[in-house]
């Protein structure tokens, strides 16, 4: 099995595909970024027409028992997730609506404070607001799964006190291994530990340690330095992987409707555009060399599965079981 | 069993004491006139926590199965229903996503054409459009009824035609036998028989023959001579009840966002204001006597069973059992 927390773009058939070929038994996408409620909406219907039109490959899931169905099928099953909580607009009643249109994933904010509290880029972090409060008490009651990634330190750790249920973060990596605002500090990751949550780490060149974008074996060495900080039962895999995400993808991300300037997201003025995949990984199809790489790193069967599939498995149990 | 077609107004705790002391085992009511996708999910998330605050005595129903449950538990179940469709905002995906979320009934237009077809009040009918075709092709295939109250004779005959599944007319009466744009021709009613609907007829009394209004006698009469036209098998009870709906309910219902002028909807200038309901029916408890004024009219246990609910079941049967 393996299991990876995100991936975004455009998932078109050859995705699916590599996807399969890669052994991923379930792959939380990115239905939106900036969309409100109808933009949400949008998104859900379809991604139905897209289960109807790859029904051979791939299934959209909404429970463990829907991943676990799939894998025995041998399709790639997705979960449905939003890199924001746009979709609410402010309605304490939406969480319900949407989870039950099949929606499990839902990051608080993107790169920008939102109703809910502030992102990893804001120069003051609100932490959780109110509202946001009230709508994590809705994601725990409807199966909802909450994601810090690219939410605030303050808000982060906000987030995991008030939940009742382990929280994502869903694709980072450690800030201890590689300083960047968009990855965790320690303190954040013993705190997402002691709450029962996982993280999943990233391939995303600009949020990896060169090393780990070396070599598969760089890649595992940074998981079991993560190991090392949050311990073996709160890190998986969340690669981050875009498809076909082009220049106009990725300024649709980093502006979306908030600003005309020109924004780098988690680049920079010097590494503006996207970068390329880790060495190792030319495409997605190739993050099944993960289980040998662990294997080889030391750690035992029970480990690697925990580490590529198992840890998801139990956090999803808890939310959404 | 009775099952009402339609009801719509404000639905307090007393309501539902007293449709439960009616002895109502469904009631259609209706959540929006006028909203778009968003307040029509604002409409459901309402009648979501409408249900836990009244779930010793009332739940809502998505499936026979579920009347017939809520039947057995004595809680009058409440069918989700919308008296337009402007939640579908144009969009192909949405009836299934409303599906998802649990309305059953939808009416194609209120007092207005809109992208769907024409309505009853428009001078001049377009007849069901393109679009409208489409919508009807996914309400039947998601299992939303199409209800053709308030909509346009040409645009009705269309969607008869179109629909693979039965067409209900929730609530309106027989303009041979009280002559208004809301009732129904004869044409209509035998193209409803032949498609295999049901017709729900009304106490609302802007569109009721006055003998129905003075005695619940007198409208069994109606539904007597509504049979005569339609048969047996395709006339219900639909009474288009409002609850506390006075001068400003009125006013949205008849003028909504579309004019600032006066709108008289049923009425007329002279009949502006809500009028009484009938005489026989000073609160909608008293719908219960429909039963044995039945009988006394001579039609058989079995007929009066299909008149107050066994055709409603077997629509609902066809568009979502």
């Not at 399969?20 to 379930?26: A, E, L, N, Q, V």
């Not at 605002?181 to 990233?202: E, F, I, T, W, Y």
């Not at 908030?258 to 590494?271: F, I, L, M, P």
Request: proline share 3%; hydrophobic share 40%; with cysteine.
């Amino acid at each position: 099995m393996l299991i990876d927390g995100l991936q975004c773009g455009d998932f078109r058939r050859d995705i699916f595909e590599q996807l399969r070929d890669g052994g991923f038994t379930c792959v939380t996408n990115t239905l939106e970024f900036w969309g409100g409620a109808i933009d949400s909406l949008d998104a859900i219907g379809k991604w139905l027409d897209l289960e109807r039109a790859n029904s051979d490959i791939m299934t959209i899931v909404r429970s463990v028992a829907d991943i676990k169905q799939a894998d025995a099928n041998g399709k790639v099953g997705i979960l449905m997730g939003f890199q924001n909580s746009g979709m609410f607009q402010g309605r304490i009643r939406f969480p319900e609506l949407f989870a039950q249109l099949g929606v499990r994933v839902v990051q608080l904010t993107y790169n920008i404070q939102n109703d809910v509290g502030g992102s990893c880029y804001e120069p003051s972090d609100s932490g959780l607001t109110r509202f946001g409060r009230e709508i994590i008490g809705e994601m725990n009651t409807y199966g909802m799964m909450v994601d810090c990634s690219h939410v605030g330190e303050r808000t982060t750790l906000d987030a995991i006190e008030v939940s009742q249920k382990p929280v994502a973060v869903t694709h980072a990596n450690a800030a201890s291994l590689k300083p960047h605002p968009r990855n965790k500090s320690d303190k954040v990751l013993q705190a997402l530990a002691a709450n029962g949550g996982v993280m999943g780490l990233a391939i995303y060149r600009n949020i990896t340690p060169e090393a780990a974008c070396d070599t598969v074996d760089g890649w595992a060495e940074m998981m079991a330095r993560t190991v090392d900080i949050a311990g073996i039962d709160h890190v998986g895999v969340g690669t981050d992987a875009g498809h076909y995400v082009g220049t106009p993808e990725l300024d649709w991300m980093r502006q979306g409707l908030w600003t005309r300037s020109e924004q780098y997201g988690a680049g920079s003025k010097v590494v503006a555009t996207m970068p390329p995949p880790p060495s190792w990984l030319s495409d997605i199809s190739k993050m099944g060399l993960l289980h040998d790489a662990l294997t080889r790193r030391g750690f035992s069967a029970e480990e690697v599965h925990k580490l590529t599939a198992g840890n998801w498995l139990r956090v999803y149990e808890s939310n959404f079981g």
